[in-house]
């Protein structure tokens, strides 16, 4: 199956939809989680931080923008996708949608901790995609994550140091361990294009499938999982916090799918501060009556 | 060294921190510095909103950068302010927040959509990109040495503010009509930029005679219109009847200064202008809420050690 991706026009109906579904929950991830990282420009509780969380965000941004480039290989542009879809058809996980409550740098810094794991893990899983311009971007991408790891990592462990900073976190991590979750979930193909009709829940797992099968990443999703909780739930339980997951429990997979929260932005359900969030951030183009978005940048080589 | 010294040395670049200067010459510097670095935050904090409502990835992009520029020039300002011995940034950031902290006029006034954004930053970034490329050339050796990076990037923000312009005034017949509607509403702020007439102004004397300050207000207004007309009325824009601008023989410009209203610019450079007092209490608020985290770290141990750590 692998190299069937060189070229974008001979793709199956199968393929398309693979490319689409994996496309969409990557580029979603990061392009909300940047939007909501520059909620900290000009708030964060240093000059110092407030730089550091700037950086985060662009660097999220620029990945978003090299996993929607590749869209445009199968007739996909920003227009389409970030600023004329239906907020109901983003593919990105609850846990990069949730505002941060004003002032709760906890919630900042783990969420950062959490997702850039994560993150890690799958693009690990990227890095031999047949399709190669996914695998030739995942290079760039890695080296930044790497940075924001260390970033989180090293906030987690001074504020854990702190009784207070200690119990801030702890309630972030109960508030954000479910949505945590969500990022392995299966992704619903979204509706794009004009393949209005498609959107069907029962379909996830098996385009999921599709995308291991062919060889689009090389992990499937439990195995991402898996990885990730042996990574996240030792560190945190150094630091002196309570991860809501027995890992020597008899089940532990159907105690984790317990865990999951009833909109998982996966599976086209969110939170309603998504869709407050889309509002405003569609608002310029809306009310100016765009039909186009201006680039400024080149596009992505490879 | 006394002030004459001061005076007969004064030049660009003169004095550094290893010069026992006198102490007018340090209250000066502080507070010419001190009003710069507010500037940059509160002008970030006035753009920050128009990251999310940027119209396309890459002005999102532009925006996040810019405004972490300003952040990063804050940085770089407070600490050549704080190099003069007179305030430390903790002094100097919180007086900022409780209102003492002076700024510029043009951020005290709020901005609600995205055809204002040239306003600020084409129009209120072009005008500080005159004022700091002499600031090059003043004494105080640290705010010069800043001002080679901050000139730097403020050219990357003037060139985007007018990318911005131009694709509005090349734009639909209603982007073209709100931004020339905004532009009448900043028009007059953007001229007051440059603060009042030499003669009325408090401390330009002072600052110019130990070199401080290398250009008059006047010339900098003046060089700023024979400038920026030409290019305002380039993109389409049309420049309001009031104030009055008349043009001289050679074709450079000149404002009519009683047209202009200097009891709200009074008003605004006391903090006591409302829209832009609410500025700074939400400045504040988002400060105070973050506050918990300066404690713990405080408290947990880095006490006295200033060594950046992975995590700033």
């Known amino acids: 199956m692998a190299g069937s991706f060189e070229a974008s026009d001979g793709l199956s109906s199968r393929e398309r939809r693979a490319l689409e579904t994996l496309l969409t929950r990557l580029g979603d991830d990061e392009f909300v989680l940047a939007e909501r990282y520059t909620e900290w420009q000009v708030r964060a509780p240093s000059l110092e931080s407030d730089l550091a969380l700037a950086n985060n965000a662009q660097d999220e941004l620029g990945h978003a923008r090299l996993w929607y480039d590749v869209l445009a290989d199968v007739g996909l542009d920003e227009r389409a996708l970030a600023y004329e879809r239906d907020p109901a058809d983003f593919r990105h996980g609850t846990l990069v949608e949730l505002p941060f409550e004003t002032g709760d740098w906890a919630d900042a810094v783990l969420r950062s901790y959490l997702y850039d794991v994560a993150e890690d893990l799958r693009l690990e899983a990227l890095t031999a995609s047949s399709h190669p311009k996914i695998a030739d971007r995942v290079g760039k991408i890695r080296s930044e994550e790497k940075y924001h790891r260390e970033h989180a990592r090293s906030w987690l462990e001074r504020l854990a140091e702190d009784d207070d900073g200690r119990g801030r976190l702890q309630d972030a991590l109960d508030r954000l361990f479910p949505h945590a979750l969500t990022l392995f979930e299966p992704a619903v193909p979204p509706r794009l294009g004009a393949k209005a009709s498609e959107n069907d829940v029962a379909k996830a797992a098996a385009v999921d499938a599709d995308v291991v099968d062919l060889g689009l990443r090389t992990a499937t999703l439990e195995e991402l999982r898996s990885e990730w909780l042996s990574i996240v739930v030792p560190f945190l339980e150094s630091l002196d916090l309570a991860v809501a997951v027995d890992r020597d429990a008899e089940n532990p997979e159907a105690d984790l799918d317990a865990l999951l929260p009833d909109a998982r932005g996966r599976d086209g359900a969110h939170t309603e501060a998504w869709f407050d969030l889309h509002d405003e951030l569609t608002r310029t183009y809306r009310e100016l009556g765009r039909t186009e978005t201006t680039t400024i940048m080149e596009a992505p080589d490879g | ?312």
């Not at chain 2, 007086?95 to 043009?106: I, S, T, Y």
């Not at chain 2, 901005?111 to 306003?119: L, Y």
Request: charged content about 30%; aromatic content about 10%; hydrophobic content about 35%.
């Open chain 2, 1 to 312: 060294m006394n002030l004459e010294t001061v005076r007969a040395r004064a030049g660009p670049r003169a004095f550094s921190p290893a010069d026992d200067l006198p102490e007018e010459y340090r209250e000066a510097a502080t507070r010419m510095i001190e009003f710069h670095a507010n500037s940059e935050i509160m002008g970030a904090y006035l753009e920050r909103p128009f990251i999310r409502q940027a119209p396309s990835i890459d002005r999102k992009l532009a925006y996040s950068a810019k405004v972490q520029d300003e952040i990063g020039h804050g940085q770089l300002l407070y600490r050549a302010a704080e190099s003069l011995g007179v305030k430390s940034r903790e002094e100097m950031l919180e007086d900022l927040a409780n209102g003492d902290g002076k700024f510029l006029n043009c951020f005290h006034y709020p901005m609600e959509s995205w055809v204002e954004t040239p306003m600020i930053a084409f129009f209120v970034d072009g005008a500080a990109m005159r004022r700091q490329a002499t600031l090059r050339r003043t004494s105080w050796e640290p705010y010069a040495h800043a001002m080679d990076k901050v000139c730097f990037e403020e050219g990357f923000h003037v060139k985007h503010g007018e990318d911005i312009l131009r694709e509005l005034m090349t734009g639909s017949r209603k982007e073209r009509r709100l931004t020339q509607e905004a532009f009448e509403t900043w028009w007059p702020r953007i001229i007051q930029f440059f603060g009042p007439t030499d003669d009325r102004s408090t401390h330009h004397d002072f600052a110019v005679s130990v070199g401080l300050k290398q250009r008059s207000n006047d010339e900098l207004r003046n060089a700023f219109l024979d400038q920026y007309i030409p290019k305002a009325r380039n993109y389409g824009l049309e420049i309001p009847d009031e104030p009055r601008i008349r043009e001289r023989e050679d074709g450079t410009y000149e404002v009519e200064e009683g047209d202009l209203d200097w009891d709200e610019f009074f008003t605004v450079a006391k903090n006591e202008y409302e829209p832009g007092r609410e500025q700074i209490r939400g400045r504040r608020t988002a400060q105070e809420a973050v506050q918990w985290v300066r404690e713990a770290i405080e408290r947990d141990g880095a006490a006295g050690s200033h060594a950046p750590r992975a995590a700033d």
